[in-house]
């Protein structure tokens, strides 16, 4: 039974607001990385980071208008994201090697936060949000799994 309650919309809301504000997290971070970054497998890495970061501005779009549809507001400023986010942003230059063992990290957390909110969307019986939420886990966990081969 679906619970269409004002409570299940706003607790699921705000659990996939906490996805947003992640993701929008490491939408920079790969644009920070795609810019800086050098060395042997330069243009692997710039590539890889540029559909990173195109990714995820697609997702956010798709995260803050359910956020709509469940009739809340969706986070929309960066200390609001940045205050919601378990994923931290990177300060100063770091080697290819680190930008890909920070986005793996990121990647494992945020898939931790988005399995959090499959859970609360299931539990309110809400299967639109639990499916948006799944495609996005199963994309950070294919990325994670890649980043983990590029690191052997």
Do not use: C
């Not at 590539?47 to 995820?56: C, G």
């Not at 936060?113 to 294919?142: F, N, T």
């Amino acid at each position: 039974m679906t619970d269409h309650s004002n409570t299940a919309a706003v607790e699921t809301a705000n659990a996939i607001a906490k996805v947003l504000a992640n993701t929008h997290v490491i939408y920079m971070k790969a644009h920070n990385f795609h810019w800086n970054v050098e060395g042997a497998r330069f243009i692997s890495l710039h590539q890889m980071f540029e559909a990173q970061y195109s990714d995820m501005a697609e997702a956010m779009d798709d995260l803050a208008e359910r956020i709509r549809a469940l009739g809340e507001y969706a986070p929309g400023t960066s200390s609001q994201f940045a205050a919601m986010a378990s994923v931290k942003e990177t300060e100063g230059q770091i080697s290819a090697e680190d930008m890909l063992r920070e986005t793996l990290r990121d990647y494992e957390v945020i898939g931790e936060v988005i399995s959090e909110a499959i859970e609360i969307a299931d539990g309110h019986g809400d299967d639109v949000s639990a499916g948006i939420l799944a495609d996005r886990l199963e994309y950070h966990q294919k990325q994670a799994w890649m980043m983990r081969a590029m690191l052997k």
